[in-house]
Structure formats: C-alpha cells, structure tokens
C-alpha cells in the first residue's frame, strides 16, 4: 500500500511517500481501505514537533510514523472479536486514541473508533467530521453548556472546528458574533453569522460586547483580556492556542469561576462515537454540513499540510485518497 510517513520532526518537506505492506487487523480491530482523510491542526503539531507539547509520544523522533486521524472508508477485513462491523460497511471516525495513521491507503481501526457512514454522506464529507465537529460540539454543549438566546463568540470561526461551531451554535438559537481574517467573513456571513470580526482591524477583547459564551480556538491573548468581555456567569472555552494561556487558565480559572462566577476552561479533546453518531444525525437531518476548502490527492500531503499550516482555511481541508468518482464504478 501506499503511506505518507515522516521520521523526524520538521516541516512538510519530510513527508515521504512509500509502499508499505498491508497490515492485517488485531482481533478488536478491523482494516479499512482508507477513502478520505481529512488534515487537523494536530497534525501540523506533531510533524513539526511543536508545540513542545506535541512531543509527548515521542521527545526527539515521532512515536507515530503515520499521521492523520480523521478517516473514512471500507472495511476490508475483521478482527475475530469485532461484533458490530462486517466487511463492506462504509465508516467514518478519528482513530487518534488508536495510532493514527489515516495517510495511507490501509489503515487498522479499533472498531470502537468507527461509526457507519450514511449513504447520504460522501467519504469526504464523513471525513472532515470527526475532530473538528465532536470539539464543537463539546466545547459548545457540554463545556459551555449553551443555552437558547445567549451571545457567543467563536474566535477563529472560519476553520474547521469554527465552521461548525457556528453552525451548531446557530440550531441552539444563539447570536453568534465570529472573529477571523478579512478572506473568511463573508462565507461565515452566508452561514449565518449574526456579527462578523475582522481581527487584523478590531481586537474584540478591547470592545465594550460582552458575551455569555466564548469558544477560542487560536487563544493567544492574555486570560485577563477574555475574563473582561465575559458577562457575569459566562464561560470562556479554549479548544486551541498558546501554551502560557493554558497555563493561566490552569492557575487562574479556578480562581476567577470562585470570585467572579466567570467559567474560563480548557477543553482536553476526547474522541467520542456517542458525539460522531448525533453529528451523523444533525448531518442526515440537514442541519449541519462540512465545509470543504480543498481536496488533495495522498501524494499531494504535502501541499495539504502546508496550505493548512499557512492559516487561511475556510472549513476543511480533505485528503481523496480514492475519488468520489473511482468509489462509484467500483460499486
């Protein structure tokens, strides 16, 4: 099979293409022929090493060979203890609690990873779903507890996690105010933002808007400039950015929820099927849809990863490691 593998940290230009052996499935796990595959900020970390954080599996050579956790696909072959899945079933889910690997064409998933795909979806959609959309939906739902009415903030609303933040935060009947570069307002406009933010022109944190939810997703300013424009009993949720904010808020947030009944946390990210199945239903139902920017062949990783890298995605970047239209003539 063909894979994308890097050895050391650095940049894109690591990543190799080489033919590996197919690997065959543990007895709870099945293999998938990998049909998309979508490219997270996490995986732009762990290639690069940095955050230092990112080295947690491995401090001076990467514990993974493979990146790329959000898949979707068929299953090929079943391990002699998997019960829910047969070969044939198309599925989708982010197996980064079970080795990553998704830039390849084979992949070995532990079934407990993996929700069916609907017919409706296509194997790209299903896999810019996984990270991004279950962080929304944990940021928005179970940390910040959102409610009908309140005014939320999505700093960083135009990426992946963003895209769908707003979304979900509009089915709740939130006003949603979204910041993010000049390029990306106009399409978060037409998904129904209620106020945009250009953060090149305005720093909402120095506005006198306060909100009852704020969900961060490239948190890098001062946990003080957040606290401020939090309305009393707001809650202030970091998905991503810098590691001396996630350091005040571990110190300070405790502190500031006792005080001041402000709630500013962190969200540690926790791949959940529960969350990937109602994502699927609200995606069937026709109120949540991803947002693709581009797609890339697997031996355009490269290029992925970077244009990923450079910060101006709008939604998701995919990876087709088999097209739409292959997948058709082989069914």
């Given at each position: 099979?063909?894979?994308?593998?890097?050895?050391?940290?650095?940049?894109?230009?690591?990543?190799?293409?080489?033919?590996?052996?197919?690997?065959?499935?543990?007895?709870?796990?099945?293999?998938?022929?990998?049909?998309?595959?979508?490219?997270?900020?996490?995986?732009?970390?762990?290639l690069?090493?940095?955050p230092?954080?990112?080295?947690?599996?491995g401090?001076?050579?990467?514990?993974?060979?493979?990146?790329?956790?959000?898949?979707?696909?068929r299953?090929?072959?079943?391990?002699?203890n998997?019960?829910?899945?047969?070969?044939?079933?198309?599925?989708?889910?982010?197996?980064?609690?079970?080795?990553?690997?998704?830039?390849?064409?084979?992949?070995?998933?532990?079934?407990?990873?993996?929700?069916?795909?609907?017919?409706?979806?296509?194997?790209?959609?299903?896999?810019?779903?996984?990270?991004a959309?279950?962080?929304a939906?944990?940021?928005?739902?179970?940390?910040?507890?959102?409610?009908?009415?309140?005014?939320?903030?999505?700093?960083?609303?135009?990426?992946?996690?963003?895209?769908?933040?707003?979304?979900?935060?509009?089915?709740?009947?939130?006003?949603?105010?979204?910041?993010?570069?000049?390029?990306?307002?106009?399409?978060?406009?037409?998904?129904?933002?209620?106020?945009?933010?250009?953060?090149?022109?305005?720093?909402?944190?120095?506005?006198?808007?306060?909100?009852?939810?704020?969900?961060?997703?490239?948190?890098?300013?001062?946990?003080?400039?957040?606290?401020?424009?939090?309305?009393?009993?707001?809650?202030y949720?970091?998905?991503?950015?810098?590691l001396?904010?996630?350091?005040?808020?571990l110190?300070?947030?405790?502190?500031?929820?006792?005080?001041?009944?402000?709630?500013?946390?962190?969200?540690?990210?926790?791949?959940?099927?529960?969350?990937?199945?109602?994502?699927?239903?609200?995606?069937?139902?026709?109120?949540?849809?991803?947002?693709?920017?581009?797609?890339y062949?697997?031996?355009?990783?490269?290029?992925?990863?970077?244009?990923?890298?450079?910060?101006?995605t709008?939604?998701?970047?995919?990876?087709?490691v088999?097209?739409?239209?292959?997948?058709?003539?082989?069914?």
């Open positions: 099979m063909k894979a994308i593998i890097y050895e050391k940290y650095g940049t894109a230009d690591v990543l190799k293409l080489k033919e590996l052996e197919i690997p065959y499935p543990q007895d709870n796990e099945v293999l998938v022929k990998v049909h998309a595959v979508s490219v997270n900020s996490w995986d732009w970390d762990l690069r090493g940095k230092f954080l990112a080295r947690m599996g401090l001076f050579k990467p514990k993974y060979k493979i990146l790329g956790a959000d898949i979707s696909g299953v090929e072959v079943i391990g002699s998997v019960k829910k899945l047969v070969p044939g079933d198309e599925v989708f889910g982010d197996i980064s609690w079970c080795g990553w690997g998704g830039f390849a064409e084979y992949v070995c998933v532990h079934e407990d990873a993996l929700s069916i795909k609907p017919a409706s979806m296509t194997f790209d959609q299903a896999a810019a779903i996984p990270q959309a279950v962080l939906l944990q940021g928005l739902c179970n940390k910040g507890q959102i409610k009908e009415g309140q005014t939320v903030l999505i700093n960083g609303a135009g990426g992946g996690v963003g895209t769908f933040a707003l979304q979900i935060a509009k089915l709740h009947g939130a006003k949603v105010t979204c910041v993010d570069s000049p390029v990306k307002l106009d399409m978060l406009m037409a998904m129904g933002a209620d106020h945009v933010i250009d953060y090149t022109r305005e720093d909402f944190t120095q506005k006198d808007q306060l909100y009852d939810l704020i969900l961060d997703v490239v948190g890098i300013r001062s946990i003080f400039d957040y606290k401020r424009v939090l309305n009393p009993n707001g809650t949720v970091m998905v991503g950015g810098s001396s904010l996630i350091l005040q808020l110190c300070l947030g405790p502190l500031f929820s006792k005080t001041e009944n402000k709630n500013m946390v962190i969200l540690v990210h926790r791949p959940n099927k529960n969350d990937q199945n109602i994502l699927k239903e609200l995606f069937v139902a026709g109120k949540l849809v991803p947002v693709i920017d581009k797609r062949k697997l031996n355009q990783t490269k290029e992925a990863i970077r244009y990923l890298g450079e910060g101006h709008k939604g998701k970047v995919v990876i087709s088999e097209d739409e239209e292959t997948i058709k003539n082989n069914n």
